[in-house]
């Protein structure tokens, strides 16, 4: 597609329901990223995919929280059990290669998906 | 670890006035700095960055210097439009780490 998609742009869900985000990358795009934004927080990364791979999911808040990628391209991300804290806008990113600050690799972001927990 | 404090918002401006959004970071090695915007209902995109002490980065009449001294990356335009209206976010990426460590966030709105 001409950017990175992500689907559904807002969902307000019940505590303790289980949601998933979508996120589809710019076609040909191997590295996928996920970040967080809370309210008058800053973003904060979440996890990342190689291909379908996620070497680093450091940024995952709790074992509630996880995701995955398929044949290279489509992320969904899942949140089980829901909390109020978990609301946020959840942003998908993606480049072509992985993505290193001191290189001219460029980073493509989604418009995020508003989740509110009730 | 890294970090990235930038002034709180939100920040009214007129038509054709002088804008600064202040930047500061702590971060260990030599970081990348990058300014995002986020217009209202689309995604962030990359604005400008600078890449080594002493760069400035510059895009659509925005411009930031790399200021290693005083941990700065102070984002500066000489004249601001209404369309400038959006979100502006400091961040800093720690050499090849894939990782983007932003700051909070300051909304700018210019009114005509």
């Known amino acids: 597609g001409a950017g990175v998609s992500q689907s559904p742009s807002n969902k307000v869900t019940e505590k303790g329901k289980d949601v998933e985000l979508r996120c589809d990358p710019i076609?040909?795009?191997?590295?996928l990223y996920w970040y967080r934004q809370s309210l008058g927080q800053g973003l904060e990364f979440l996890i990342y995919f190689q291909g379908n791979s996620a070497p680093d999911k450091s940024g995952l808040p709790s074992d509630r929280f996880s995701a995955e990628r398929t044949g290279g391209s489509v992320s969904t991300l899942t949140i089980q059990r829901t909390q109020q804290e978990d609301s946020a806008v959840y942003l998908c990113?993606?480049?072509?290669?992985?993505?290193?600050?001191?290189?001219?690799?460029?980073?493509?972001f989604g418009s995020g998906t508003q989740l509110s927990v009730l | 670890g890294n970090s990235v404090t930038q002034m709180e918002g939100p920040v009214t401006l007129s038509e054709e006035a002088f804008l600064t959004i202040n930047c500061t970071y702590t971060?260990?090695?030599?970081?990348?700095l990058f300014w995002y915007v986020q217009y209202p209902g689309e995604g962030l995109q990359l604005l400008l960055k600078a890449t080594k002490a002493d760069d400035k980065g510059s895009n659509k009449g925005f411009e930031a210097t790399y200021r290693k001294e005083t941990t700065s990356f102070h984002l500066e335009k000489g004249s601001v439009q209404v369309s400038d209206s959006a979100v502006y976010f400091c961040?800093?990426?720690?050499?090849?780490?894939?990782?983007?460590?932003f700051g909070k966030g300051t909304l700018l709105t210019v009114n005509p």
């Open positions: 990113a993606s480049s072509r290669k992985i993505y290193a600050g001191g290189t001219n690799e460029k980073l493509f």
């Open positions: 076609s040909g795009h191997t590295a």
């Open positions: 971060a260990t090695g030599y970081p990348s």
């Open positions: 961040a800093l990426s720690g050499g090849s780490n894939y990782k983007l460590t």
